[in-house]
């Protein structure tokens, strides 16, 4: 299993979009910069009233299939 670690800053007004499945993935930078894309999905059970923030660990299987989130931070 591979994991990267991100940081995302993503305001409530842009998450909606993501919420409402008008945009279904996230795009973001891995520390390290690899560039990774998940599906927004992931993220419902991390978000407020003020969109999501944090670092997250994202875990993927040998297909780069998403497998898990844990907010670290």
Sequence with gaps: MASVRVSLEIPAER??????????????????????????AALRGFVTHDGVHGVFDLHFDQANKLISVNRVS
């Excluded at 795009?27 to 990774?36: E, F, N, P, R």
């Design 15 to 40: 998450y909606v979009a993501l919420y409402a499945g008008t945009a279904r993935s996230v795009y973001a930078t891995a520390q390290g910069g690899l560039s990774v894309q998940f599906p927004a």
